[in-house]
């Protein structure tokens, strides 16, 4: 056994500890919009940390640790969903308008419009939707993380756009709001990376 290797057997490291909890409000937020149900979201994300948490000698130090997570929590999502054999259809919202509560100030109404119409799309323009603009991966990395090609990612996210924006009647990104990731979801260019 090499000596990184060796190190590695046993508990994680404190530095290690800190990003997975530090990680918890992304997969959180990726958990519902994949699934459509805070309790059922919570969960997932449970049960992805403890996942990371037993098998992270395999996760290779250097590498993208959040796009680590999301995979396991993906992988986690599409094998529950097998087991159930059926998936739960929220045609009408009632899910979505649980998922949080709305903000106070002025723009709650757009939210909740973007809201309702994000729970419209289909759960793969839905996720790679929320991968590129909300979760701000690139094409490569949520190709890696739902395994499929680039070029189907991109179309996915394109079709996600295109029909939010004519749901919502939006001709440009400024006329929904300040909120950046919003308009990073309906726009073609990510928002940049925000220092920590």
Known sequence: MSEPAAKRKGRPSGELRRALVASIPNLRA??????????????????????????????????????????????????????????????DGVHAARLARHPEQPGHVDFADFRRALATLSPEQREALMLVGAERFSYEEAARITGCEVGTVKSRVHRARVRLAGLLQIKGTEEFGPDVTVEAVLSRTPVPHRRA
């Not at 037993?54 to 097998?82: C, M, P, V």
Request: aromatic share 12%.
């Open 30 to 91: 990726f958990a519902i919009s994949l699934c459509g149900d805070v309790h059922r979201a919570d969960d997932l994300v449970q049960e992805t940390l403890i996942k990371a948490w037993s098998h992270y000698d395999s996760f290779q130090e250097g590498t993208n640790l959040k796009a680590w997570l999301f995979t396991i929590l993906r992988n986690t999502f599409i094998s529950e969903r097998r087991k159930l054999g059926r998936e739960v259809q929220d045609f």
